[in-house]
């Protein structure tokens, strides 16, 4: 699954290569996505023209393994990062804006609700996020430089500094307990597309393996 966003589509990449579309998402603006256990994938929706338009609430989108899109929820501060928790029971969405991350129950049907603080994060923006055995979550944090693992509640486990900004995180390797950060430096968001190639893929051995969605 890939999110074309200028053009709100949701892209299927078939075995051969090719691309073709799995759901119309209506509008411009997506950014992360999950597939959970059933097939059903949540994509946010920042809500405004980032980074040079005025911030206004984002949502989630649920589409269906029939390719049905719907939203699932709004009023959303900038959505980034969700993960889906191993038995399908609970998202956990990253509201970058709003410095936490935010869970939902999952119904049969791929509806949300219930929704409520799972962790207040501080001064934490979180981005990228994954969930691990013991049912704690890895944060990426871009401006903050770090990498950072907390439990229900905002109890911070470990945390990761790092010399430029952290948009990604995923634990996987052969025993799930090796954590991907995907990094690159950071000048703020006047300079993001500066052009300039300071990515890097990083990793760090966890103290727990992965679980769950992604």
Same mark, same amino acid.
């Given at each position: @699954?890939?999110?074309?966003?200028?053009?709100?589509?949701?892209?299927?990449?078939?075995?051969?290569?090719?691309?073709?579309? =799995?759901?119309?998402?209506?509008?411009?603006?997506?950014?992360?996505?999950?597939?959970?256990?059933?097939?059903?994938? =949540?994509?946010?929706?920042?809500?405004?023209?980032?980074?040079?338009?005025?911030?206004?609430?984002?949502?989630?989108?649920?589409?269906?393994?029939?390719?049905?899109?719907?939203?699932?929820?709004?009023?959303?501060?900038?959505?980034?990062?969700?993960?889906?928790?191993?038995?399908?029971?609970?998202?956990?969405l990253a509201e970058s804006y709003a410095n936490r991350l935010t869970a939902f129950d999952i119904a049969a049907d791929g509806g949300l609700s219930n929704?409520?603080?799972?962790?207040?994060?501080?001064?934490?923006?979180?981005?990228?996020?994954?969930?691990?055995?013991?049912?704690?979550?890895?944060?990426?944090?871009?401006?903050?430089?770090?990498?950072?693992?907390?439990?229900?509640?905002?109890?911070?486990?470990?945390?990761?500094?790092?010399?430029?900004?952290?948009?990604?995180? @995923?634990?996987?390797?052969?025993?799930?307990?090796?954590?991907?950060?995907?990094?690159?430096?950071?000048?703020?968001?006047?300079? @993001?597309?500066?052009?300039?190639?300071?990515?890097?893929?990083?990793?760090?051995?966890?103290?727990?393996?992965?679980?769950?969605?992604?």
């Open positions: @699954m890939i999110v074309s966003s200028p053009d709100g589509r949701l892209l299927r990449r078939e075995p051969d290569g090719s691309l073709v579309t =799995y759901a119309d998402l209506g509008r411009p603006g997506w950014n992360d996505i999950v597939v959970d256990g059933r097939g059903n994938a =949540y994509v946010g929706n920042t809500g405004f023209d980032f980074p040079g338009g005025a911030f206004a609430p984002g949502s989630l989108a649920l589409v269906t393994p029939d390719g049905t899109a719907r939203e699932v929820a709004d009023d959303v501060a900038f959505p980034n990062g969700v993960a889906v928790a191993p038995d399908n029971s609970t998202l956990i929704r409520r603080a799972w962790a207040d994060l501080g001064d934490g923006v979180p981005d990228g996020i994954c969930i691990d055995a013991e049912g704690a979550v890895w944060y990426a944090d871009v401006p903050n430089k770090r990498c950072v693992r907390v439990r229900e509640g905002g109890e911070v486990l470990q945390t990761i500094d790092l010399d430029r900004g952290c948009f990604a995180c @995923m634990l996987g390797g052969t025993d799930g307990r090796t954590l991907f950060l995907v990094v690159r430096e950071w000048r703020g968001f006047e300079n @993001m597309a500066d052009g300039s190639r300071t990515g890097q893929v990083l990793t760090a051995q966890a103290p727990a393996p992965r679980a769950g969605w992604p």
